[in-house]
């Protein structure tokens, strides 16, 4: 399983645009990156998973260079209900990974 | 749609006690089941998967075990609960064909004293 690196903490104001990297230098041909967004008390809940290039959805965008060595979670005009930890996950996609490997990910703390 | 239930919300039990934790998922069928822990702030640590009825993977060796007695009930259980297993258990589906999206239910804090 690649390994997964990204920020402990980061603070934005609301009406900012948040990116969010994370490294993962030994991502293998067949793995997809995947972001998951958990508040306190409640499970972690998919935001967007990518493979290359960019993915866009109603949430969020995520950013992937040709190299795949990083990805970055862009959260446009963030908001107070934004604050939460965001977890970056590489796995090999489609049936068969089933291990998901959460890290502490990013505590993102939005301020008013 | 999907939805995935877990009960109870809370627990507190002694050192020693049983434990039983069950999740349950509607919508859809032949789910892959998941349990996870997550300590006081840490991350998620996959405890058990199963890919069908009667089916359960351990990821980590431990006083726990998990079964699946229906297509889409997962049960976490132990005989003797110990201080470090408290946490926050979370119960996740997945369809077969995506085990990397995984859709988490509300989760059980519980709390050995």
């Known amino acids: 399983l690649a390994k997964t690196t990204q920020p402990i903490s980061m603070d934005s104001y609301e009406g900012q645009e948040v990116n969010i990297t994370c490294s993962h230098n030994n991502i293998a041909t067949n793995d997809y990156i995947t972001w998951y967004q958990q508040f306190p008390s409640q499970g972690p809940r998919f935001i967007i998973q990518g493979y290359k290039t960019k993915v866009t959805n109603e949430v969020a965008s995520l950013f992937i260079p040709a190299d795949r060595k990083s990805s970055t979670l862009s959260l446009p005009r963030v908001s107070l209900s934004d604050t939460a930890v965001y977890y970056c996950l590489v796995g090999r996609g489609g049936a068969g990974s089933y291990q998901l490997t959460f890290g502490k990910g990013t505590k993102l703390s939005v301020i008013p | 749609s999907q939805t995935i239930h877990q009960w109870p919300a809370t627990l507190v039990q002694p050192v020693g006690s049983p434990l039983s934790l069950e999740c349950t998922v509607e919508g859809t069928s032949n789910p892959n089941l998941y349990w996870y822990r997550q300590a006081a702030g840490r991350g998620l640590q996959l405890l058990f998967y199963s890919v069908g009825i009667g089916q359960i993977s351990s990821e980590v060796p431990q006083n726990l075990s998990a079964s699946r007695p229906q297509d889409r009930q997962f049960i976490l259980s132990s005989k003797k609960l110990l201080l470090s297993d408290s946490g926050f258990y979370l119960c996740?589906?997945?369809?077969?064909?995506?085990?990397?999206?995984?859709?988490f239910g509300p989760g059980t804090r519980l709390t050995v004293l």
């Open positions: 996740a589906w997945s369809s077969l064909a995506d085990t990397d999206t995984q859709y």
